[in-house]
Nanobody, 132 residues
Framework: QVQLVESGGGSVQAGGSLRLSCTFLSHTTRRACVAWFRQSGGKEREGVATIDTGTDQTYYADSVQGRFAIARESAQNTIHLQMNYLKLEDTANYFC?????????????????????????WGQGTQVTVSS
């Protein structure tokens, strides 16, 4: 069982920055896809960014490309999401999610996408509010 805990949410003015963290409470060395999703109001949950912990390959939604950066801090078993140039529309509850890359993939390249139903493990979320 993998437990994920998000932190770092808060309130910021438009144009500002925040850094979110997703910590794996149960230490694991298994290769995994880790993603950040967000949900606001009555909207559907939206994928934001992913990282493959085996290769550090990243992928971003168009809405955050060039503004957000996802990175792995292996020593702390933590994934960060650096959010810069925040906009009002970035206001949402941000969730960390993960799933284990299938073992048959080995060391081969693997694409971690933003389809939420493949992610097995989810954190409780952290709120980000961007104001004008």
């Amino acid at each position: 069982q993998v437990q994920l805990v998000e932190s770092g949410g808060g309130s910021v003015q438009a144009g500002g920055s925040l850094r979110l963290s997703c910590t794996f409470l149960s230490h694991t060395t298994r290769r995994a896809c880790v993603a950040w999703f967000r949900q606001s109001g009555g909207k559907e949950r939206e994928g934001v960014a992913t990282i493959d912990t085996g290769t550090d390959q990243t992928y971003y939604a168009d809405s955050v490309q060039g503004r957000f950066a996802i990175a792995r801090e292996s020593a702390q078993n933590t994934i960060h999401l650096q959010m810069n140039y925040l906009k009002l529309e970035d206001t949402a509850n941000y969730f960390c999610a993960a799933y284990t890359v299938p073992s048959h993939v080995g060391a081969l390249p693997y694409f971690c996408g933003l389809t939420e139903n493949v992610y097995s493990y989810w954190g409780q979320g952290t709120q980000v509010t961007v104001s004008s």
